[in-house]
């Protein structure tokens, strides 16, 4: 009990200081939370969603409104974490930092447990800002019953990829390395992971590759728990495999085998 007291209270600890060290980046703030902001005022207000009917439409944003939301959710879920702790490694490496906390009790594990739950709270309120900003400016609507699961959903794609932002960081030469290897890693999987571009626009060989990027469990599971879909076929349908449970369960198990990759990554000394 004392052992799980202590290590509570050293991830608490050192939550503490990455929060801190968040709100004084007020340029990190300010576009964690705008960046999701203006996507929606582009796609959702300017160009607007064209639902194809009787035969029209079609082609990019030519869902209804809800079916974009876990997009929406995905550009915070995956560049956040990507960036905020890729970088936060690779500036811990440059400064040496990594030699001190090797002579604290705080673990491997524990500091990119911190860092991974403060993303939690960072992403699951931009997420509160998304779904207000949808509520107020389309007509897409989300069933509050829905939303405990979708914060799971939110908080396991969040752990998964700040192990991926972990990995970045510790392996990439420089913060301009992780940046650089964030974009190349999250634009790929923005679109090609079911968020904004539906599988009948993707060639058919491709669409099985789909199910290699772990977004798209996140964003196939988010979308079956808050859109009720008109046809299976407007969205392309959903998981062949199952509901939003294996997809659950597949996240789930996602996150725990890169969370425990990054936290080995991360050096004890540098």
Avoid at 21 to 35: E, P, Q
Avoid at 73 to 79: D, E, H, K, P, R
Avoid at 88 to 116: C, F, G, I, M, Q
Wanted: glycine share 8%; net charge neutral; with cysteine.
């Amino acid at each position: 009990m004392t052992g799980a007291t202590t290590a509570t209270r050293r991830v608490r600890a050192e939550a503490g200081a990455a929060w801190r060290s968040f709100l004084r980046r007020r340029t990190a703030v300010f576009f964690t939370f705008f960046f999701p902001v203006i996507l929606i005022l582009i796609f959702a207000v300017l160009v607007q969603t064209n639902p194809g009917d009787g035969g029209s439409g079609g082609g990019l944003f030519a869902e209804p409104p809800a079916y974009y939301l876990p997009g929406y959710l995905a550009v915070v879920v995956l560049f956040t974490p990507l960036s905020r702790v890729g970088s936060s490694v690779s500036r811990h490496r440059e400064s040496n930092r990594y030699e001190k906390l090797a002579t604290t009790p705080l673990t491997r594990a524990e500091w990119l447990l911190a860092h991974t739950l403060v993303n939690v709270v960072i992403i699951g309120l931009a997420g509160l800002v998304i779904l207000a900003l949808m509520a107020l400016v389309t007509d897409a609507g989300v069933s509050l019953a829905a939303l405990p699961l979708v914060a799971v959903f939110v908080a396991l794609a969040v752990a998964l990829f700040c192990g991926v932002g972990a990995l970045l960081g510790s392996f990439a030469g420089s913060q301009d390395g992780v940046i650089a290897a964030s974009n190349a890693i999250a634009l790929p999987l923005l679109f090609l992971s079911n968020t904004f571009v539906t599988p009948d626009l993707l060639p058919a060989w491709f669409r099985p590759a789909m199910n290699l990027s772990p977004l798209t469990y996140f964003a196939r599971g988010v979308r079956e728990l808050t859109y009720d879909a008109p046809s299976a076929a407007v969205v392309g349908g959903s998981n062949p495999l199952g509901g939003w449970e294996l997809d659950l369960v597949v996240l789930a198990v996602l996150a725990a085998l890169f969370f425990a990759a990054g936290a080995s990554a991360i050096p004890q000394t540098d």
